[in-house]
């Protein structure tokens, strides 16, 4: 039968069919007019910027959101859900880019959640066991529905939610960046999945801001920009630069600026590590050099000791052996007050849990590791805190109201910035990232980007962990590799492509050239 | 909804029980009648504040009316053994500070949950406060102490300023200056937010949590002694009983979200004397008092839900806020 549907995906019979959606916020159009297509036994990608208007619609889609105007169809019948419940019952399963499973409930009872096979008013659990069961067998997930789900992974996770969503019966799946979270192998799982799902007949809709998956995975791809349509395309014309380049309204090769040339300073190293061990990867001895002025990625899959090696540096982790020095005096960071007045800051990689206070403005959250440094007696000096904000803020091209906007309402580009504006305010000789662009749209990034080789221009040294390769390759003069907590590779940006890369972080050979890590005993 | 928000709403509160109390019954604004009420409203508004310095920080402070109940027991009994007035006094807030040093402690450094630590206060210095008085009434009849609770240095025409009054309005003003303008203020906040943010910038966190309990078991402790001072005879098994309750409401009403991070000593104060109204005019007309918990229980709860209704209006503004600034960002 699966076979039976994807064959009837010719054109004509459509799944579903959106039409001048239109979705109205007060002061805002979110969506303008909005088309899509998608056939039975189709991938379909979503793409565009933040604030493009994909996340409205997709909600929209599945009755978490109501648009204002414009027709939706589900296999020629309209469909207007009213609740996340109406559409998975009609078929409209969205599976969340943050997992929401209950994580002290079984496999089976999250796929069961809301919707529990009963027996005389009592859950039924065998039932339910089987529907996990079921559900688990469509996605391939080799899962124990009586498993815990705190114990799982999160591809496992990711598993098991595609399965809580199939188990509605779905026709649709609209998958939401579903492998931010994932390792790389985990996100090859993921792809067979929805390979499969699409070989079964379902429409999946891809939203993701990693284009090579859109590129490698989608049979057509819409983007959208500013709530409207901005291209469809498919086959040849489904390429990383033309996406880029209706995404953004311009071409790529505008956005990338000419690469800083490498400052190389034959002074005392800015940052040197001898022997450090961090208490997660305790067997892994790490000797890390960082110049003056240089910019220094480190590569590395999910779970390969990265950001565990800057919130080591940072002191935010005690270190369990080993020697750090910053411009040839030992450092030894108990804490991030003392990294902070040695002049190392750290922006962490989740800027809503570990770098924002959402509530309050973006004065307040520039200003808050530096407090002491303006202080008139006890009290917080406001008339220099507004003026050094305000000038950071503008320095940065933070796009607000004003200073006083809560950065929750900022879009994640400028959320970002604010938080390295943040630590630049506290004028550090090294500057920690953990995934600088995470969830910045392009246009963004290269404002990131060309913001900190300003800074290593005039002196600054940065060490910033990502799992984006383009932007290691993009912004990082050198790069180092991890994999399990070692360091695998140590490659001159010239010497780097993704292949190496992603060779040297998956533990593979390091086929490497003249760049293989130094000393690793 | 900004805190500044809230405590304009709880004053217009104010002054409608305030008016409609006068308009039911005239003897409200008597000379007598307002002077209890100022008095009242000094002694519990200082443990509100108390309370406050607990709940921006995201925590809560249960143990505020054993700590009254145990500062009120120690003070006549210290005073009883012969030790001068103002060493006593000084004692009794030494012990308070020591108490709420404690209750930090053992937040930070043994991670336990506020309200676990501070509920096992209540019970712990209840019974401590019975056992070293072995449950007699105490009595104190040092009267130069007794008018710091008592007295009035001076009046406005036939209106004598209750003494609390003053130390009320130090408190407050030291209060309002540390959390509104101070760099530990700004801490306190900012970690109420969000503590893991609050570290990542440098914010010493547990340092500052710990102050918040020692100035709230302190001014437990200062609540304690002014109660003991205003009533003169003690029960050690019933002096303090569910003040931490009033406490937590006047905060609560005053502003202080118990999510942390929000909180407006003057606020507090106003949110203390509403709950003060509150009794003050349930006697006036004649309520039967049985229904004096139920009352501000109701008003608590309608000061929440007008509170959350607020909240989702501006959330779906700041929503629209956000898309807007989306919108401008790839357009740009």
């Known amino acids: 039968m699966a076979a039976e549907r994807a064959g009837t995906g010719a054109r004509g019979t459509l799944r579903l069919r959106v039409e001048g959606l239109t979705r109205r916020f007060p002061g805002v159009l979110a969506l303008d007019g909005v088309g899509l297509e998608g056939r039975p036994g189709e991938v379909l990608g979503v793409v565009g910027e933040n604030g493009a208007g994909k996340s409205t619609l997709m909600k929209i889609l599945a009755g978490i959101d109501a648009p204002d105007g414009g027709a939706m169809e589900l296999d020629g019948a309209s469909w207007a859900p009213r609740t996340p419940r109406e559409a998975a019952d009609g078929g409209v399963a969205l599976i969340h880019q943050e997992l929401c499973l209950a994580e002290n409930l079984s496999v089976a009872a999250n796929i069961a959640l809301g919707r529990e096979p009963t027996r005389m008013g009592f859950v039924d659990r065998d039932a339910a066991r089987e529907m996990a069961r079921e559900a688990l067998g469509t996605v391939r997930a080799a899962i124990d529905p009586d498993a815990i789900v705190e114990g799982l992974s999160a591809g496992e996770r990711q598993l098991v939610e595609i399965a809580k969503g199939l188990a509605g019966g779905a026709k649709v799946v609209i998958f939401d960046e579903p492998t931010s979270s994932l390792t790389a192998g985990e996100s090859e799982a993921l792809f067979d999945v929805v390979r499969e799902l699409r070989d079964q007949g379902v429409l999946v809709l891809y939203v993701s801001h990693r284009l090579h998956e859109i590129t490698d995975l989608c049979d057509r791809a819409a983007v959208l920009r500013d709530g409207r349509n901005a291209a469809a395309l498919e086959g040849s014309e489904l390429n990383r630069s033309a996406l880029v380049q209706a995404m953004v309204g311009r071409a790529e090769s505008e956005l990338v600026s000419p690469t800083a040339a490498v400052p190389r300073a034959s002074t005392a190293p800015r940052l040197s590590a001898r022997g450090l061990r961090t208490a997660d990867w305790p067997a892994a001895s790490l000797d890390i050099d960082v110049a003056p002025g240089e910019i220094v990625g480190i590569a590395g899959l999910v779970g390969a000791g990265r950001t565990e090696l800057l919130e080591t540096i940072f002191g935010l982790r005690a270190a369990v052996a080993g020697d750090l020095s910053l411009d040839g005096a030992p450092f030894i960071p108990d804490g991030p007050r003392a990294a902070i007045a040695s002049g190392v800051a750290l922006v962490p990689e989740d800027r809503k849990l570990h770098g924002l206070l959402l509530e309050e403005s973006i004065r307040w959250n520039v200003a808050l590791a530096t407090l002491t440094a303006r202080r008139r007696g006890p009290f917080v000096d406001t008339a220099a805190e507004r003026s050094v904000v305000e000038e950071r803020s503008s320095a940065l091209g933070v796009r607000a109201s004003s200073i006083e906007q809560p950065t929750g309402t900022l879009s994640g580009g400028n959320q970002q910035k604010v938080v390295i504006g943040r630590w630049l305010e506290a004028r550090p000789r090294l500057l920690l990232l953990d995934e600088p662009t995470r969830g910045v749209d392009v246009g963004a990034r290269e404002e990131i980007y060309r913001i900190l080789e300003e800074l290593c221009a005039e002196g600054l040294s940065v060490l910033f962990a990502s799992s984006d390769l383009e932007e290691l390759l993009r912004l990082g003069q050198r790069i180092l590799v991890m994999h399990e907590g070692e360091l695998t590779g140590n490659v001159a940006r010239a010497d780097a492509d993704e292949r190496l890369l992603m060779t040297l972080a998956t533990g593979g050979d390091a086929l490497a050239p003249t760049t293989s890590l130094e000393a690793n005993p | ?332």
């Open chain 2, 1 to 332: 909804m900004n805190v500044r928000g809230k405590v304009l709403g709880i004053f217009g509160l104010l002054v409608a029980v305030v008016l409609f109390t006068g308009f039911m019954n005239p003897r409200f604004f008597s000379a007598d009648n307002l002077e209890n009420v100022v008095q009242r409203t000094s002694l519990y508004g200082i443990l509100g504040i108390g309370a406050a310095f607990s709940i921006v920080t995201g925590g809560i402070d249960l143990s505020i009316g054993s700590v009254v109940g145990l500062s009120a027991t120690i003070l006549p009994m210290l005073i009883t053994a012969g030790v001068p007035a103002p060493a006593a006094v000084l004692g009794v807030l030494l012990i308070g500070a020591l108490l709420g040093a404690i209750h930090g402690l053992l937040i930070t450094r043994v991670g336990l949950q506020p309200f676990v630590v501070t509920l096992c206060g209540l019970l712990v210095y209840r019974g401590i406060a019975r056992r070293i008085s072995g449950d007699q009434t105490l009595g104190i009849d040092d009267e130069a102490l007794r008018s710091l609770a008592t007295g009035s240095p001076f009046s406005i025409g036939s209106f004598d300023v209750p003494a609390p009054v003053f130390l009320l309005l130090i408190v407050g003003v030291l209060a309002a200056l540390f959390l509104g303008r101070s760099v530990w203020g700004r801490w306190l906040l900012a970690l109420g937010r969000n503590p893991e943010a609050a570290h990542y910038a440098g914010v010493p966190v547990d340092r500052m949590i710990v102050v918040a309990y020692v100035l709230s078991s302190l001014l437990a402790a200062l609540g304690g002694v002014l109660f003991a001072l205003d009533i003169g005879s003690i029960q050690p098994a019933a002096m303090g009983n569910f003040y931490e309750l009033y406490a937590i409401a006047a905060a609560v009403l005053g502003g202080c979200s118990l999510r942390g991070g929000e909180g407006s000593i003057l606020g507090v104060v106003l949110g203390a004397a509403v709950m003060r109204l509150l009794y003050n005019s349930i006697v006036l007309l004649g309520i039967p008092s049985q229904l004096e918990f139920a009352i501000v229980g109701g008003v608590l709860l309608l000061g929440a839900i007008a509170d959350e209704t607020v909240r989702k209006i501006a959330g779906k503004r700041r929503a629209a806020e956000r898309a807007r600034a989306r919108s401008q960002d790839t357009t740009s």
